[in-house]
């Protein structure tokens, strides 16, 4: 289990390279034209004073990306070794590469996607400050819920697959998913409100540049982790393997 948590941080750590490349192609432009709506629309309400720039811009897109994506990636990388270890030959006759996909794509879905089409994430000048933290509990709420949803969802295929066959068990256990995720959709409160005058394809784009980004991460996470645990698998088979011995003349 070390091993496993080690290679996932590590693997975690490497899939923010691309994850940066994709935040700073995809991302950078519609920041810059959120920013730019913000500026403009405090002149036109008259708003000249700024507090002093904590963190410029330069750095906001060079190192504190970096670093952020960095830990970020280390964080799921060892969430997703411990999701791995539990998933291993429990999900079906998979290797370890089929395995790690199938991990990451339920990660992605869980962790990344559930939330995000409930609480979808906002550039600057949209929404209210004031309400930051209460979206932020209500994001990290709906990860929760979405974990226990694919956990719910889990239990009650693997309970019907006797009776009802390894096919119509997991479409069952989809149903459960998706029945919970819905039910958590309608129960829980609306996202933000996007501000007068903001332009929806910046908005639109924003938000699909934080999507991939993440959809990046863990398909690196998927491909790498798994890639590395069979090619040590197999490396571990080799050495148990005995060598055959010259038989005696």
Known sequence: MRQLLIRGMLVGLASAVPAYICAW????????????????RSLAEGVHEHGAEVVSRLIQQTSGLAIALAAVGVAVGGLFAIAFALAHHRIGRLTARATSVVVAAAGFVVITLVPFLKYP??????GDPGTIQQRSLLYFLTIVIGIFAAITAAQTSRRLAPGHGEWNASLLGCGVFVAVVAITYVVLPGGTVTAPGFPPDVLWDFRIAS????????????IGFGALTERAATGTRRERTPKAQPSDV
Request: charged fraction near 10%; proline fraction near 12%.
């Open 25 to 40: 192609f995809l991302g950078e432009g519609p920041l810059e034209a959120a920013i730019a709506f913000e500026e403009q």
């Open 121 to 126: 994430p906002n550039p600057p000048a949209v």
């Open 211 to 222: 999507l991939a980004t993440q959809a990046v991460m863990w398909v690196t996470l998927g």
